[in-house]
């Protein structure tokens, strides 16, 4: 089963659990007044996308409305969630990169931070059937080894989901198999049923689920008949990947210079070390001091 950890418990307790079941649950998250204004601030493109709820992009088979561009329409998923110190802190951990490299006979020791991948709210509707089961890092083409035990440096995404609501088996809960994240890329055993070790992610309101990239997983069958499973999602990778989401595009630079240094930087206004990401060769965060004509 995954375990459910409080804050309290500190960062090593979390790592440990990611590190054996490639997911953890934090158990006091955030408080419901900010799920309150995160839903007020994200609703109206939720409404706004039923019409193409029909789409089937991905791991999307129908009956999900979405939130796009999540981090800068929802100003409460930005600072709260996303930039959760806890999250980042997991996050660093295990795709943060630290890399020693050579200028002749001279050591250096150069810093790759995650940046933010994709940031959507999803909100499953009555008749939504469940997604196959799958890995989320599939977009960057990663490939794993088998193992029995996990080492620093295997994972490259990894996830973040703040529900809005409680989930559960029949508002179609994220199914998920712990200890998948060490498996290969050879064909899954997932039973003759699919179902062979796979569990629901229930989640209470104010409680989130940490997530690597590896780990199989799909959302959940729903089979009610009225409501929905609203959840926000949002995925980090690390700093020498490809974003998912391209976020020069998706969010305007006028926007970004309201934003926190920390959510400018996971956006990939700040240079990955040592030259990975510059404008006139320098760190592109000095666009944004930049003022309009």
């Known amino acids: 089963m995954v375990q459910r950890i409080a804050r309290e418990a500190g960062l090593q307790a979390f790592i440990d659990a990611v590190e054996k079941d490639g997911c953890v649950i934090i158990q006091d998250f955030t408080d419901l007044e900010s799920l309150e204004q995160a839903g007020k601030e994200v609703q109206p493109y939720l409404d706004a996308s039923l019409a193409d709820s029909a789409s089937t992009v991905g791991a999307l088979n129908g009956g999900t409305a979405t939130c796009t561009r999540l981090v800068g329409r929802s100003k409460t998923v930005r600072e709260k969630f996303f930039s959760d110190s806890l999250y ?3 996050a660093e951990h295990f795709i943060g990169l630290e890399t020693k490299i050579w200028y002749g006979s001279e050591p250096t020791i150069q810093k790759s931070n995650p940046l933010l991948s994709i940031s959507i709210t999803m909100s499953s509707q009555p008749g939504c059937k469940a997604q196959k089961l799958h890995r989320d890092d599939k977009n960057h083409h990663h490939r794993h080894q088998q193992a029995s035990q996990y080492s620093k440096g295997r994972d490259m995404l990894i996830g973040l989901f703040v529900p809005a609501c409680d989930t559960f088996k029949a508002n179609g809960a994220t199914r998920i198999i712990p200890g998948s994240h060490l498996w290969g890329d050879d064909k899954p055993d997932f039973g003759d049923d ?9 989640l209470k309101k104010g409680e989130a689920f940490v997530m690597l990239g590896s780990l199989y997983h799909g959302a959940g069958n729903y089979t009610l008949q009225s409501g929905c499973r609203t959840v926000h999602i949002m995925f980090m990778c690390s700093g020498v990947h490809r974003q ?5 595009l998706s969010y305007p630079i006028e926007d970004v210079k309201t934003y926190s240094q920390l959510v ?3 956006l990939g206004w700040k240079q990955s070390e040592p030259n990975l990401g510059w404008v006139d060769l320098k760190s592109p965060e000095f666009l944004l001091e930049e003022t309009s004509a």
Do not use: H, L, T, W
């Open 88 to 90: 980042q802190s997991i």
């Open 194 to 202: 699919g179902n062979k070790g796979v569990m629901d992610a229930e």
């Open 244 to 248: 998912e989401e391209i976020p020069y």
């Open 264 to 266: 400018r930087d996971r």
